[in-house]
T-cell receptor, first 106, second 112 residues
Framework: AQRVTQPEKLLSVFKGAPVELKCNYS??????LFWYVQYSRQRLQLLLR??SRESIKGFTADLNKGETSFHLKKPFAQEEDSAMYYC????????FGTGTKLQVIP | EAQVTQNPRYLITVTGKKLTVTCSQN?????MSWYRQDPGLGLRQIYY???????DKGDVPEGYKVSRKEKRNFPLILESPSPNQTSLYFC???????????FGPGTRLTVT
């Protein structure tokens, strides 16, 4: 079964510290992978996707096929990064992880 | 402006009273879907539609119905709502083949 796993429900880091939000996937094929972000009281929006290999708001994510992971990273957390982050996979249909709440402490 | 709209944004209702949450997109997207968001459970897909007249169950379809008679609209129907359907609901759309999902603003439903 297609599955996206985000093991951490909450991640608290201090401002300026590095951030890594974990995402693992299990698919029988090669999915397209995404990270979505939901700021407080706002709708979900796309943060980045693995095929574009771009950096958005300082975040990057590398697809590691050997570890079946797509972790989201940022070298220096900012207070405005506090939000819910969802990893999602697409192979036919979209499957979302359960989300990780990132809390950046000033 | 390209967008996904949902109505109503907030709804309080009683058990058993049928309700419909509308979803509309103006981007000519083929793919539309409904999700519910619950604390600790993240985003779970209820139903999705690949195109007009084509709908499929997601992960949690029980107690919900959908229809896709027009490309732009994808209403979510609760024939007999129950308290366990109290949740935040999101509609989303994308191009066929699953590109970026565009989300609506959400509908907060409370069933008493």
């Amino acid at each position: 079964a297609q599955r996206v796993t985000q093991p951490e429900k909450l991640l608290s880091v201090f401002k300026g510290a590095p951030v890594e939000l974990k995402c693992n996937y299990s698919y029988s094929g090669s999915p397209e992978l995404f990270w979505y972000v939901q700021y407080s009281r706002q709708r979900l929006q796309l943060l980045l996707r693995h095929i574009s290999r771009e950096s958005i708001k300082g975040f990057t994510a590398d697809l590691n096929k050997g570890e079946t992971s797509f972790h989201l990273k940022k070298p220096f957390a900012q207070e405005e990064d506090s939000a819910m982050y969802y990893c999602a996979g697409l192979l036919g249909k979209v499957t979302f992880g359960t989300g990780t709440k990132l809390q950046v402490i000033p | 402006e390209a967008q996904v709209t949902q109505n109503p944004r907030y709804l309080i209702t009683v058990t058993g009273k049928k309700l419909t949450v509308t979803c509309s997109q103006n981007m000519n997207h083929e793919y539309m879907s409904w999700y519910r968001q619950d604390p600790g459970l993240g985003l779970r897909q209820i139903y999705y539609s690949m195109n007009v007249e084509v709908t499929d169950k997601g992960d949690v379809p029980e107690g919900y119905k959908v229809s896709r008679k027009e490309k732009r609209n994808f209403p979510l129907i609760l024939e007999s709502p129950s308290p366990n359907q109290t949740s935040l609901y999101f509609c989303a759309s994308s191009t066929q083949g699953g590109d970026e999902q565009y989300f609506g603003p959400g509908t907060r439903l409370t069933v008493t």
